[in-house]
């Protein structure tokens, strides 16, 4: 029973630190979604729109990632992460 979710959220958030949400954007090349074309991140002060995945992945890991986040995850971009993830 949620007696109010606005307090609830609070509490959360406090619990959550920001740094800790990787915002993350996957541009297939194609509408089969097979290649990426562009891959864009935000965490905490860190954005990045382009570059290697290797050099993103580098400077994504010190800030320890618990929550992922995007605009089009279910539809796009999680099928791709499950097919190409190490």
């Known amino acids: 029973m949620v007696i109010n979710s606005k307090l609830n959220h609070k ?3 406090k619990q959550i630190e920001t740094d800790h ?3 993350l954007d996957l541009e297939p090349l194609g509408s089969g ?3 990426v074309r562009e891959i864009g991140v935000v965490v ?12 993103l992945v ?3 890991l010190p800030y320890r990632p618990t929550i992922l986040c ?5 539809k796009v971009d999680y099928s791709y992460l499950q097919t190409t993830a190490c």
């Not at 995007?70 to 279910?74: E, F, I, V």
């Open 11 to 13: 509490l959360l958030m």
């Open 21 to 23: 949400i990787l915002f």
């Open 33 to 35: 979604g097979e290649k």
């Open 44 to 55: 905490g002060d860190y954005q990045q729109k382009g570059g290697s995945p290797k050099t």
């Open 58 to 60: 580098e400077r994504i």
């Open 70 to 74: 995007g605009h089009n995850l279910r």
